[in-house]
């Protein structure tokens, strides 16, 4: 059975900074994402890695303060958000596929639970 769960949110202030986990199970795969989706608003993407961790995708309002890394033997993504504003207040949603790497939330075969950030003025 395929799971995907995500840890590190919680409550910060502006300018802080937070790491969030994503641990898969049950098997690897090539392609994982971070999606978040706030209050009253759709899902968006935030970042994207590849196998080797070479190749990298992310949204244009995240990108020099957001980092995405893996660890393939632990089999676990990263989410390092630094500079943290209060519209990066959301619930982050780790993704995972089978295929190329993408930026498209629907191209995602699984999602876990989510995890809350937010981020105080």
């Known amino acids: 059975q395929v799971q995907l769960v995500e840890s590190g949110g919680g409550l910060v202030q502006a300018g802080g900074s937070l790491r969030l986990s994503c641990a898969a199970s049950?098997?690897?795969?090539?392609?994982m994402g971070w999606f978040r989706q706030a209050p009253g608003k759709e899902r968006e993407f935030v970042a994207a890695i590849g196998w080797s961790g070479d190749s990298t995708y992310y949204a244009d309002s995240v990108k020099g303060r957001f980092a995405i890394s893996r660890d393939n033997a632990k089999n676990t993504v990263y989410l390092q958000m630094n500079s943290l504003k209060p519209e990066d207040t959301a619930v982050y949603y780790c993704?995972?596929?089978?295929?190329?790497?993408?930026?498209?939330?629907?191209?995602?075969?699984?999602w876990g639970q989510g995890t809350q950030v937010t981020v105080s003025s």
């Open positions: 993704a995972a596929r089978v295929g190329l790497l993408t930026t498209i939330g629907r191209n995602y075969d699984y």
């Open positions: 049950g098997r690897t795969f090539s392609k």
